[in-house]
């Protein structure tokens, strides 16, 4: 069994209450036992109950561990214990600090917060090594920097590590801090010295910067001294928080600088700087550069040097110094770079509690350690006064700190002459607070001891946290009343206005005093406005009759004024929207042939006035261009480019015997070939696009290495010289063929081993008006060119033999290329439109695709997505799908580009010689390709990732946006209205059919049929259908029966909720709340979309006509927009509420009768289209035209605005165009074009620097 604890008497001390106070924590814990404690704390048993006897104070240590280990906070117990030692240091030793007498500090070894000066040289120890860097640095530079945090020690190494060093007579020494006039400061020191004024002095530095530079050879010289004088400047960081003329700050720093950087100096200049101040210097360019030159950091002490530190000046004096001491307060100070002052304040108070000769731990606990000493002796003297002198102290603190902008707060040293409160005890104040060292009395001066005290007294931190802004207002009144005297009490430095009412307001609080002279600037300030306001109210007397008289004819002016500038402005309006109107034209006009010069038209068309053209203009750039970039040329050259096959390089001729090379991802000429080389005719890439090759219109080939930009081997083709037309490299890059004008083939070893094949032999006859035609076969396994007939011969590279030719056209074939499957060759020739597909195994025509009449001129394999690129001889693109062998659309019209297009080997670019330059396309920004001409279905998921096209006797197509490429899902070659009609799941996962009347639903990934939609009957057909919004159910109008419910789940009709109608258009709303069908011709039915009961009916047509009125939801279903009908030409649009189905707006929209209107996705607009290539966007609010949207070549077909903005049309031209609607977005868009896209040829419009300003602000 354990020992009972002994019970405490009850005797009152300090000590009993606080292990009574132990114990209950114990208690409060469960009562563990000692040895568990022990466990917990790390402390022995006997230690934790020793620290509970009540017999003697535990250290802090076992007190914190004690505490802890049964739970209680460490912050409180930590503060309990220095309460408790405090109260214990009182009881038994000293009486309190305040009464102590400061001549019984005379013999004390350390300072406290005072700074070591000169006189103090031999109690300052641990900075030998430091002191000795900055004696050499000095020596060694002119101007050197002491730099260091606050409390690092800097002030007490300039004065007792480098002042105290220095020899007198040989070098004089001056050392100044700024204060708020830092050239006065430094003229008194250095008159001081030399016995001369002052005043002059600093009106010399003033006005020449030097002036403190001849001041001081002026003084060297009279004293014959040899050395330098040295400047000292201590807290060079009041420069910027107490003094507040800039003028003066800039004067005193060119001073220093000119005095330590002069040819003939006599000056060595060092500064104190705080680090926190560094980037305060940096704003002066002169003064970062001299700071650059020598720097000294002063840093935390090793524990080396915070012993020395410690022991030395108790050794001196003839003490010692606990070795637990040493190293309790070591332990607290190391590596703290702010310590010092705390260190030297925490051993002054344990030197007051010392023992004999001895300072102990238990001193320098009840003295409150680093963390606590401080504050506790402010405290202690602090609480020792009476309320008049507390507030006193606490006035005098405030107005001894300088408020930090953006840095640490500091101190300000002040003349006793601007302490002149109105209070008897403040002498008594500050004779209490100098001696307990926590304030410096100079002769005529007063300061805070050190920063140490404002960062580490609480109290005094919560007075200037309380009212910042107020505290700094008065500063700044204290230091414009000061400037006031100083200017001879200039009347027009006084305040007035909002400053006058700032600083009244504030002084009437009363949270700080004003000083006599603040008082009395205050005064003068409310005095000079009451006379100012005075006179001002007799001169508005005066000038009353003036106005009044002048009224009248003011009236008039102002009337005629106001006519003029109305109809100025009018005049302007009208001048800026002709200048709109007249470049969005030109803008049209030029969009086909020059993009890059409507692009520029369209910004400043909108630049000048946002009128509709305009707008419509860079919405129709933004959305659709005849090409995407354009890479200038000055060259006339009418030779193909060549793309690398990774789409990266690009190689183009030009005219003038060079040869440039593209980076087409970045748009940037990279490199130009040239001399010793003809003009190029010919160019190509080999299958790695490490390789060039280019012919020449003398007959060589040139091949280059483009990593080293160098030769690698060089050809000689004809002789005489006929120009090369056409060069190929083989699919492994092995072999390179070759033809030229007069037909000749040649085959090379790209490697220059061996002789060429020569293939066909020239002709005789002049040069070809056009170019032989000349391929390989993927696999490389055959070589197909043009003979001296015209046909297309075929050469056999395995048996080196050549096979029979294929029949002959009736002209000469031109171009060349295989599918991807090496067995079909592709041929086109100058005199015929036809295109020629060709089965190489059987030598026979298997197919001819026929555009319009136009002859082709070369033709281009896109093996990546089995397409077909042609080029007529008017320059116009065609795209066609090999696999339908149709055409799916024209990628640009009557372009003029010249020989034939180039293509990347992921068909993603595909570029090409116009008039000015190389076009580019990039197929993922081109409009969807393959849509059919008469399109009946035309919808954009919400995800905006896929778009659905399909129309009668056409395939049905789901697009990609992402990559536009399409896939066809199903084909009806049946031509009728309801044929090929196509609806996209809400879900995207299916697609609705029609075919013939029967709907199927198929998998909208793979095209495949999933369910086969019934007819209700064999004279019933499904006449149009929509998905319910969870995609579910199926809603079908049969002729003249109804609206039947089809549930996919279950496979079966469900429900007819119009039985009898002949209804149509049935449309559930995007919110899902509502189903809406067509019928009679003339009204539009709205049920529910739970229960399918009837909300109302809107009959928006008169007569029936032969097409049902076209009607769309609004996206969140609050409204809904019809026409009054398709077949007519009136162009009404008519908006209905459908809270309350009444008409919101009616409003005629000419020439788009024909379309379904679409709402944008905000309400805001509504799309429509009519018997032309253009989409309309209307204002819903106005009825107003807001755009027209151009960029299709055939008549629009459909028009699809989707939940997420995206609006879609489709065309005649066999084209999808996704439009941006947004201007903002789509100015952006066009201006990032510009810049990039089409490089050198022009310089940026206006409207885009604004964008780019506004995009930055």
Not at 440 to 465: F, K, N, Q, S, Y
Not at 1163 to 1179: K, M, P
Request: proline share 4%; hydrophobic share 40%.
């Amino acid at each position: 069994m354990p020992r009972a604890e002994q019970p405490l008497p009850a005797d009152g001390t300090v000590l009993t209450g606080f292990a009574r106070a132990l114990r209950d924590v114990r208690t409060a814990a469960g009562t563990p036992t000692y040895r568990a404690l022990a466990k917990r704390a790390h402390y022995s048993s006997s230690t934790l109950a020793e620290a509970v006897g009540g017999k003697k104070l535990p250290s802090l240590a076992v007190t914190v561990a004690f505490a802890e280990a049964c739970g209680a906070d460490k912050a409180e117990w930590e503060r309990r214990w220095h309460e408790t030692a405090s109260r214990l240091a009182a009881e038994c030793q000293s009486p309190p600090i305040s009464r102590e007498r400061s001549d019984d500090d005379s013999a004390a070894p350390y300072l406290g917060l005072r700074a070591y000066r000169p006189g103090d040289a031999a109690r300052f120890h641990g900075r030998d090594e430091l002191s000795a860097q900055l004696r050499a640095a000095v020596a060694d530079r002119r101007f050197v920097t002491v730099v260091g945090a606050s409390g690092a020690g800097k002030s007490s190494l300039l004065q007792a590590g480098l002042i105290a060093r220095a020899d007198g007579a040989r070098e004089p020494v001056i050392a100044v801090t700024p204060g708020r006039s830092p050239v006065e400061e430094i003229a008194v020191a250095l008159a001081a010295v030399s016995g001369g004024s002052a005043t002059a002095l600093r009106r010399d530095i003033v006005g020449d910067p030097a002036g403190l530079h001849h001041a001081v050879r002026q003084l060297l010289a009279a004293r014959e001294a040899d050395g330098d004088l040295l400047v000292a400047v201590d807290q060079f960081e009041e420069l910027f928080t107490v003094c507040q003329n800039s003028t003066e700050r800039t004067a005193f720093v060119a001073a220093l600088i000119t005095a330590a950087t002069a040819e003939t100096s006599r000056a060595r200049v060092v500064v104190g700087l705080r680090a926190d101040f560094y980037a305060h210097c940096c704003a002066h360019p002169e003064l970062a550069q001299a700071m650059n030159g020598a720097q000294v950091v002063v840093g935390p002490m090793t524990s080396e040097q915070l012993r020395a530190a410690i022991a030395g000046p108790a050794a001196a004096a003839g003490l010692s110094v606990e070795s637990a001491l040493l190293a309790e307060v070591t332990a607290d100070a190391l590596g703290e770079p702010g310590a010092l002052p705390l260190v030297s304040h925490a051993m002054l108070q344990t030197w007051r509690r010392r023992r004999g000769t001895v300072l102990s731990l238990s001193g320098y606990q009840a003295a409150g350690g680093i963390a606590h000493a401080l504050a506790q002796t402010a405290e202690t003297v602090f609480t020792d006064l009476g309320p008049a002198q507390q507030r006193a102290a606490r006035e005098l603190f405030i107005r001894l700190t300088a408020l930090g902008e953006g840095t640490e707060d500091t101190k300000r040293r002040l003349r006793r002459s601007e302490l002149d409160l109105p209070d008897r005890d403040l002498e008594t104040v500050l004779d209490k607070l100098s001696a307990a060292r926590l304030i410096v009395l100079g002769h005529d001066t007063v300061e805070i001891a050190h920063e140490a005290l404002i960062r580490g007294w609480p109290r005094l931190r919560g007075w200037l946290d309380e009212n910042r802004d107020g505290l700094r207002l008065h500063r700044r009144l204290s230091g414009d009343a000061s400037d006031w005297t100083g200017l001879d009490r200039d009347p027009g430095t006084l305040y007035r206005g909002l400053r006058l009412t700032a600083a009244s307001d504030w002084a009437g609080g009363g949270d700080v005093r004003l000083t006599a002279l603040e008082r009395e600037f205050l005064d003068a300030s409310r005095a000079a406005e009451k006379r100012e306001q005075a006179r001002h109210r007799r001169r508005t007397r005066q000038l009353r009759w003036l106005a009044a008289s002048l009224a009248v004819l003011l009236v008039a002016a102002l009337a005629v004024a106001v006519v003029a500038v109305r109809q100025r402005e009018h005049a302007l309006a009208q001048e800026r929207t002709a200048t709109s109107r007249q470049l969005a034209a030109e803008a049209r006009t030029q969009a086909g042939l020059d993009p890059a010069a409507a692009i520029r038209k369209s910004l400043d068309a909108y630049h000048a006035e946002p009128t509709v053209e305009a707008r419509s203009a860079i919405l129709s750039l933004a959305s659709h261009r005849a090409y995407h970039a354009l890479l200038p040329s000055s060259s006339k050259a009418r030779v193909g480019v060549a793309l690398s096959p990774d789409g990266r390089w690009l190689a183009a001729p030009g005219g003038d015997l060079r040869l440039t090379l593209w980076d087409v991802p970045g748009r940037r000429r990279v490199a130009v070939f040239g001399a010793p080389f003809d003009r190029v005719s010919a160019v190509m890439f080999s299958p790695d696009s490490q390789r060039l090759a280019a012919g020449t219109v003398d007959g060589h080939i040139h091949i280059w290495h483009l990593a080293s930009r160098t030769i690698a081997a060089s050809f000689t083709v004809t002789e005489p010289d006929t120009a090369v037309a056409v060069l190929r490299f083989s699919p492994d890059g092995r072999l390179l063929a070759s033809a030229d004008r007069r037909n000749q083939v040649k085959l090379w070893d790209t490697g220059g081993r061996g002789t060429p094949v020569t293939l066909a032999a020239q002709h005789d006859g002049p040069d070809l008006a056009g170019n032989p035609a000349v391929a390989f076969s993927p696999d490389g396994a055959l070589l197909a060119f043009t003979d001296a007939t015209g046909a297309l011969a075929l050469w056999d590279l395995h048996t080196a033999t050549r096979a029979d030719p294929l029949p002959a056209p009736s002209a000469w074939t031109s171009s060349a290329d295989f599918t991807s499957d090496g067995h079909t060759l592709v041929t086109v020739n100058r005199a015929s439109a036809a295109i020629r597909l060709w089965d190489v195994t059987t030598r026979r025509q298997v197919a001819e695709l026929a555009g319009d009449s136009v002859p082709q001129n070369s033709v281009v394999v896109d093996r990546a997505n089995a397409q077909l690129i042609t080029v007529n001889v008017r320059g116009t693109v065609d795209v066609w799908d090999l696999g339908r062998r149709t055409l799916l659309a024209t990628l640009a019209k009557n372009v003029s580009l010249t020989g034939s297009a180039a293509v990347s080997s992921d068909g993603k670019t595909i570029a090409g010689i116009v008039g000015n330059g190389v076009a580019l396309w990039d197929r993922t920004h081109l409009p969807l390709l393959g849509v059919p001409p008469v399109t009946t279905s035309l919808q954009v998921s919400e995800s905006g990732r896929t778009v659905l096209a399909g129309g009668s006797g056409s395939p049905t197509v789901i697009w990609d946006t992402g990559t536009r490429q399409g896939r066809v899902i199903a084909t009806v070659p049946r031509r009728d209205i309801v044929s090929g009609l196509a609806v996209l799941s809400p879900d995207e996962k299916v697609v609705a059919f029609n075919d013939n009347g029967r709907i199927t639903v198929l998998d909208a990934r793979t095209g495949s049929a999933l369910v086969e939609v019934p007819r209700t009957s064999d004279l019933m057909y499904a006449k149009s259908f929509d998905f319910s919004r969870d995609s579910r159910t199926l809603a079908v109008a049969m002729l003249n029966g109804g609206v039947w419910l089809y549930d996919l789940g279950a496979r079966r009709y469900v429900r007819n909720v119009a039985e009898g109608i002949d209804a149509a258009n049935t449309r559930y709303s995007p919110d899902g709340r509502m189903f809406a069908f067509t019928s009679e011709g003339t009204t539009i039915n709205i049920l529910s979309a739970d229960g399918y009961s009837l909300i109302k009916k809107l009959k928006v047509v008169d007569n029936p006509g032969e097409a049902w009125p076209g009607y769309r939801f609004s996206r969140d279903g609050s409204l809904l927009v019809s026409n009054d009908n398709m077949l007519t030409v009136s162009g009404k649009l008519l908006i209905w509420d459908t809270a309350t189905f009444a008409k919101r707006a009616e409003f005629s929209t000419p020439g788009t009768a024909a379309s379904v209107p679409y709402f944008s996705p905000d309400r805001r607009y509504i799309a429509t289209f009519g018997n032309n290539d253009a989409v309309t966007l209307w204002d819903a609010a106005t009825g107003t035209r807001w755009a027209t949207l151009t960029g299709h070549a055939g008549k629009i077909t459909g028009i699809y605005w989707n939940g997420t903005g995206v609006l879609a049309s489709s065309s005649e031209d066999n084209t999808v165009i996704l439009w941006n609607t947004d201007v903002d977005d789509a100015i952006r868009q066009l201006c990032d074009n510009i810049e990039r896209d089409f490089p050198g040829t022009g310089t940026t419009p206006a409207i885009c620097s604004a964008h780019r300003e506004r995009g930055r602000n």
